[in-house]
């Protein structure tokens, strides 16, 4: 994964009101740890921090400018707005090349599975994210699941993907990721299905 370089600026005001003014003048509050260094107040350039992570996804490898000096790191704990859904604070862990890190990994699907679109069936995914292991340039953006080929009924796991190269998991490979699921017909009489409405009881005349 190629590195993105980010420059991030010391705050020395925190607190909810200072948050609210760095984020009025398109900066995202965050902070830089790891490594055996106390976490660091910083701000960073919010458009800048949006085009990284939709360039390298959220486990995008960042060229950390601070104060000087260059720092590798990941971006970790990104929260955003509940209804903008802009970006609102984001944690910097630093790393080194060659120690292996912890991270999740979005599941993608991708490919045409026609024999469960022409049945009218659906894809159901059962698990959208892994929990990996690599060193940083090896975490993948995303990691591929192909369908062509599943039919109903049929089913992927974890052991039908092959993980990139350098990516480890300590997850089940019985773990099912995708299931090509039959169509839902509502059967007849079902229960709580409105019937017809009420009447007179059968040999009993009408109020008039």
């Known amino acids: 994964m190629a590195e993105i370089r980010l420059a991030a600026e010391p705050r020395a005001e925190q607190g909810s009101a200072a948050s609210r003014r760095l984020r009025h003048h398109g900066r995202v509050p965050g ?11 910083v701000s960073v350039d919010a458009r800048e921090l949006r085009a990284a992570l939709a360039a390298g996804g959220a486990n995008a490898l960042f060229d950390l400018e601070l104060e000087g000096e260059t720092h590798l790191a990941i971006a970790r704990e990104l929260q955003t707005h509940p209804v903008r859904r802009t970006l609102s604070h984001v944690d910097f862990q630093l790393v080194a ?10 599941l993608v699907v991708v490919g045409d599975a026609h024999e469960v679109s022409r049945a009218g069936g659906t894809l159901e ?20 699941v192909g ?12 052991a ?6 350098g990516v480890t998991t300590d997850v089940d490979p019985d773990t099912v990721l995708v299931v090509a699921a039959a169509p839902r017909v509502a059967a007849e009489g079902e229960a709580g299905a409105p019937g017809p409405e009420a009447g ?3 040999g009993e005349p009408a109020e008039g």
Not at 31 to 41: D, K, L, Q, S
Not at 147 to 158: D, F, P
Not at 160 to 165: E, R
Request: aromatic letters at 2%; charged letters at 20%; glycine letters at 8%.
């Open 200 to 202: 007179p009881e059968a």
């Open 125 to 144: 995914h059962v698990t959208t994210a892994l929990a990996v292991r690599a060193k940083p340039a090896d975490l993948p953006a995303v990691i591929e």
């Open 160 to 165: 039908d993907v092959a993980l990139p190269a």
């Open 147 to 158: 369908v062509e080929g599943l039919e109903i009924g049929q089913a992927i796991r974890l």
């Open 31 to 41: 902070i830089v740890y790891g490594h055996g260094a106390g976490p660091v107040a």
């Open 97 to 106: 090349r060659d120690e292996v890190v912890h991270a999740e990994v979005p």
